[in-house]
T-cell receptor, first 113, second 112 residues
Framework: GAGVSQSPRYKVAKRGQDVALRCDPI?????LFWYQQALGQGPEFLTY????????KSGLPSDRFFAERPEGSVSTLKIQRTQQEDSAVYLC???????????FGEGSWLTVV | EDQVTQSPEALRLQEGESSSLNCSYT??????LFWYRQDPGKGPEFLFT???AGEEKEKERLKATLTKKESFLHITAPKPEDSATYLC?????????????FGKGTLLTVNP
């Protein structure tokens, strides 16, 4: 499809396990964002890439969270040593340069047990 | 710091009963105010962007309006398929002008 694609859609991780969430942005979109959405809350900003450069990682909750976009297209959000408080929906979004609209994927639902 | 407050948290309407959702915001300078629709288990779906006070945009039964401090999403003669969470977000014109700051959303239920 032509939209933002995320995988896996659902992930159950045992506490302490490492997880990796993948995002395929819309082709040609320079900007890529990761957001975290807890149940009943609005999305909260985690990090921002312009091409392969991570320009803002101020929203990452701890040093267990790491994001990369090595070739300026696909991005991976990695969470090390998962904790129960990491349970949330992780949303990826992308935007073309010079356009003020951000398009979201369906999200990756992470449950830590 | 940018702030977005949405009210009410939840709204129940009968089919055909028009109403409005509110989004109050605080930004140093507004680069855009955004409305998204989010269905259960889905990502936010873009609806509108508003840029300046007095601006209005329409799409089917939805109309978004903007003042200097708030935005309204008016729903005219809603149908059950309009049931969803409606999210408001702002983008400021300052140093972090790429990120969206969201409210908590309004959960709209339209009963047949």
């Amino acid at each position: 499809g032509a939209g933002v694609s995320q995988s896996p859609r659902y992930k159950v991780a045992k506490r302490g396990q490492d997880v990796a969430l993948r995002c395929d942005p819309i082709s040609g979109h320079v900007s890529l964002f990761w957001y975290q959405q807890a149940l009943g809350q609005g999305p909260e900003f985690l990090t921002y890439f312009q091409n392969e450069a991570q320009l803002d990682k101020s929203g990452l909750p701890s040093d267990r969270f790491f994001a990369e976009r090595p070739e300026g297209s696909v991005s991976t959000l990695k969470i090390q040593r998962t904790q129960q408080e990491d349970s949330a929906v992780y949303l990826c979004a992308s935007s073309p340069i010079g356009v003020n609209t951000i398009y979201f994927g369906e999200g990756s639902w992470l449950t830590v047990v | 710091e940018d702030q977005v407050t949405q009210s009410p948290e939840a709204l129940r309407l009968q089919e055909g009963e028009s109403s409005s959702l509110n989004c109050s915001y605080t930004v140093s300078g507004l680069r855009g105010l955004f409305w998204y629709r989010q269905d259960p288990g889905k990502g936010p779906e873009f609806l509108f962007t508003l840029y300046s006070a007095g601006e209005e945009k329409e799409k089917e039964r939805l109309k978004a309006t903007l003042t200097k401090k708030e935005s309204f999403l008016h729903i005219t003669a809603p149908k059950p398929e309009d049931s969803a969470t409606y999210l408001c977000a702002v983008r400021d014109s300052g140093g972090s002008n790429y990120k969206l700051t969201f409210g908590k959303g309004t959960l709209l239920t339209v009963n047949p």
